[in-house]
């Protein structure tokens, strides 16, 4: 079956660095994407990788090894309004986009 | 219109009844989707459209509905709703089948079924 799997909530302090593993075993790849969802909003897109390594935007870079099926989010200069959940998502080889369940991020000050 | 409209945005619902929910999109996106969400599972795709005129079933298709007439609108009908529906369900969209490039999909703001 198709998996992906994530850490279902992680805490982190304000102004710090984290990083969000994903691990996926799917049925063919074709790109994984990060999301980002505040609690009672939509999911928004937040990267994509196709290739292997690392993308950056800002304060957020994901990294992609296809080999080891693993995937990063790293969020450096934490600020409060990163609380929210990170959806890892994997396209698979009929470009069906499969789910992780989500990481709870929560912030501290 | 910017994007993904949603509607409603919450509904309590009686077990049996019918109910349509509406999402129209403003981009001309070619694909769109209905998901939904339920507290520790990921995104489920219940049905999917990779152009007007074509639709197809996803992972939990049960129990749902689609049509696309047109490009702009993807309502998903229940026809006989049961508390097992009870969700959040999202539309989504993207300009092309494969994830528009990794531009990703648009996501409505969602709506938030009850079935009691």
């Known amino acids: 079956g198709q998996n992906i799997d994530q850490p279902t909530e992680m805490t982190a302090t304000e102004g710090a660095i984290v990083q969000i593993n994903c691990t996926y075993q799917?049925?063919?790849?074709?790109?994984l994407f990060w999301y980002q969802q505040h609690a009672g909003e939509a999911p928004t897109f937040l990267s994509y990788?196709?290739l292997d390594g690392l993308e950056e935007k800002g304060r957020f870079s994901s990294f992609l090894s296809r080999s080891k099926g693993y995937s990063y989010l790293l969020l450096k200069e934490l600020q409060m309004k990163d609380s929210a959940s990170y959806l890892c998502?994997?396209?698979?080889?009929?470009?069906?986009?499969?789910w992780g369940a989500g990481t709870k991020l929560i912030i501290k000050p | 219109i910017a994007g993904i409209t949603q509607a409603p945005t919450s509904q309590i619902l009686a077990a049996g009844r019918r109910m349509t929910l509406r999402c129209t999109q403003d981009?001309?996106?070619?694909?769109m989707y209905w998901y939904r969400q339920d507290l520790g599972l990921g995104l489920r795709l219940i049905h999917y459209?990779?152009?007007?005129?074509?639709?197809g079933k996803g992972e939990v298709p049960d129990g749902y509905s689609v049509s696309r007439a047109n490009t702009d609108d993807f309502p998903l009908t229940l026809a006989s709703a049961v508390p097992s529906q009870t969700s959040v369900y999202f539309c989504?969209?993207?300009?092309?089948?494969?994830?528009?490039?990794?531009?990703?999909?648009?996501f409505g703001s969602g709506t938030r079924l009850t079935v009691v």
């Open positions: 459209s990779n152009t007007a005129g074509t639709t």
């Open positions: 990788n196709v």
């Open positions: 981009m001309r996106h070619n694909a």
């Open positions: 989504a969209s993207s300009d092309s089948a494969d994830g528009g490039g990794g531009y990703g999909y648009t």
């Open positions: 799917t049925s063919g790849f074709n790109g």
């Open positions: 998502a994997v396209m698979d080889s009929n470009y069906q986009l499969i």
